[in-house]
């Protein structure tokens, strides 16, 4: 008589990969948010210079092209302004 008392294990996989995607997420997000803070001081403090025309001289232009960095667990996809 042969016993067999294996379990197959569903969706194992899954549960492993959910930790490293939620840091990543976070440390995205996080990052983001210390580069639109530090943005919006560099404005701020720019903000009483003019043009001739009257027009702002420093203004917020968009984006640079999405960059991966290193993080400690992953690569982390980071968007510039």
Known sequence: M??????????????ADALPSMLRAGAEDLIRQAVDAKLQ???????????EARG???????????????AGIAPVTVKAP
């Open 2 to 15: 042969k016993k067999n008392n294996v379990v197959e294990l569903f969706g194992r996989v899954e549960a």
């Open 41 to 51: 001081e560099l404005l701020a403090s720019l903000s009483g210079r003019v043009t």
């Open 56 to 70: 702002a001289a420093v203004v917020r232009n968009g984006y640079l092209p999405e960059r991966q960095l290193q």
